[in-house]
């Protein structure tokens, strides 16, 4: 069995998931770059927090999710860069997720961040996603 072959879209198909079956919380493996998405999601209001779990073999991220009248707070998630087929902007193509409702999360030289902040350094990057 060989592993996950895109691990940042398994995370966005976790959440989305667990939101639609109405689970509280939802675990995956933890990575740097999920760690960054998870603290983008919870500094944005999306979810209402999370812990990193430490055992000896690898660390798990759980994400307590984010509900108002027992909707998902997420609503969409779109994987925009796949390993496949990268997809890089510079600072103004940057895209505006519905209108600023929504957030594009952006891994750009200076670590992993939203649109919002990318435009507001004068960075571009690889957009990974986004999330409305």
């Known amino acids: ?34 760690e960054s998405i998870t603290k983008i999601l919870f500094e944005n209001g999306y979810i209402n927090g999370y812990k990193i779990e430490n055992d000896n073999k690898q660390n798990k991220i759980i994400i307590n999710l984010k509900y108002v009248d027992r909707r998902g707070v997420i609503s969409g ?33 200076k670590g992993i961040m939203t649109d919002k902040n990318a435009r507001k350094i004068h960075v571009g990057g690889e957009i990974l996603c986004y999330i409305w």
């Open 1 to 34: 069995m060989s592993g996950i072959v895109d691990p940042i879209a398994d995370m966005l198909i976790r959440i989305t998931n667990a939101q639609k079956a109405g689970h509280e919380d939802v675990d995956m493996p933890a990575s740097k770059a999920k």
């Open 77 to 109: 998630v779109k994987r925009i860069s796949k390993p496949g087929r990268r997809i890089y902007k510079e600072c103004n193509e940057l895209p505006k997720v519905l209108n600023n409702l929504g957030i594009a999360i952006v891994s750009t030289s």
